[in-house]
């Protein structure tokens, strides 16, 4: 639990107050590479390679033209403390004219979910995309079977595609498709 300078506990309220959502920095990577892995893992059950994950990450926070990362972060005991992240890729659309973000790499560290982090962060982004005059919209993708994610994703105020994604993965190679889930195609 957070507390005060003079000692007193913060309630959840208050320690929402002293959220600060940013664009992540370079110094951020470590913290960030570390939450991608966990959510991996907990999502999809992937053991990332961390070498690859790292750079990878570190190359997005060098190339803002490739997209960038929003952190949640909160001052406790005098240091700053990630709590959460999101990443922005960018996907250009020529029947629109602009460009869809999407919301990628979400992780909101265990201790401090359903305790409106990731609302804060969905609010700081969506209002950066209204604000940008070529961002046509904004998507996510999920994974099927996470129903929890889902959930979230429709207090948001976002809503399913009529689109489903098909890929070729060159680097974790191919994953459980539409033709592995009958019921689904």
């Not at 929402?16 to 570390?34: G, K, M």
């Not at 033209?65 to 659309?93: D, K």
């Not at 201790?111 to 604000?131: C, G, I, L, P």
Request: hydrophobic share 40%.
């Amino acid at each position: 639990m957070v507390t005060s300078p003079n000692g007193h506990r913060l309630t959840v309220m208050s320690i929402l107050d002293h959220l600060t959502i940013r664009l992540a920095r370079p110094s951020d990577a470590a913290s960030i590479s570390s939450f991608s892995a966990a959510m991996a893992l907990e999502t999809e059950n992937l053991h990332l390679d961390l070498d690859r994950l790292q750079a990878g990450t570190a190359a997005l926070l060098d190339s803002p033209n490739h997209g960038f990362f929003m952190v949640a972060e909160l001052e406790q005991s005098g240091r700053q403390l990630l709590l959460g992240q999101l990443m922005i890729t960018y996907e250009w659309s020529d029947w629109r004219n602009g460009v869809f973000w999407w919301i990628q790499s979400v992780y909101v560290d265990q201790s401090w979910r359903r305790q409106s982090v990731f609302r804060r962060m969905h609010e700081a982004m969506m209002a950066r995309a209204k604000a940008s005059p070529n961002v046509c919209g904004v998507r996510l993708y999920v994974e099927q079977s996470n129903s929890t994610a889902q959930a979230v994703y429709r207090r948001m105020g976002l809503v399913p595609s009529s689109y489903a994604i098909f890929q070729t993965d060159f680097i974790l190679g191919s994953q459980k498709g539409l033709e592995d889930r009958p019921n689904e195609a």
